[in-house]
């Protein structure tokens, strides 16, 4: 899982005029790890179904989350951010437990198929040796 840190000091956050457009602004939010490859996607897909997606541009760039965006209602954004990373947590923990699911079974079907190849090989053994 990968999270927004919450600081307590909001003067800790890096701030940034935005070097294209002019009425922009780059916060950069740190995240508390690197977002994994499979964290990165979804975010990404659920960033890109957002129909609040006006006006603000994110980056993953390492360990931070730069918002781009203009003035208006920046604690709202800021809240649409939150939840798009939340969404793309739950979004992974559900593939992590589809894959552990499939590893189950892969698991299981090898272990039959041993078992089904010792029972051939005994037969076949019986089979040469009459």
Known sequence: MV??????DANSIE????PIHPDAYVIS????SEPSYIWHAYFLQE??????FWERKVFIIGKELK??????NIEGKLEWLENLVIT??????EYNK?????????EITSLTEKTIRTA????????VSA
């Open 3 to 8: 999270n927004i840190k919450h600081l307590t």
């Open 15 to 18: 701030i940034q005029k935005d």
């Open 29 to 32: 939010l740190p995240l508390d």
């Open 47 to 52: 960033l890109g179904a957002s129909i609040d």
């Open 67 to 72: 918002l781009v965006t203009t003035l208006n």
């Open 88 to 93: 793309a947590n739950k979004r992974v923990e």
């Open 98 to 106: 589809d894959a552990r699911k499939r590893r189950t079974v892969e």
């Open 120 to 127: 051939l090989s005994r037969w076949l053994v019986k089979r």
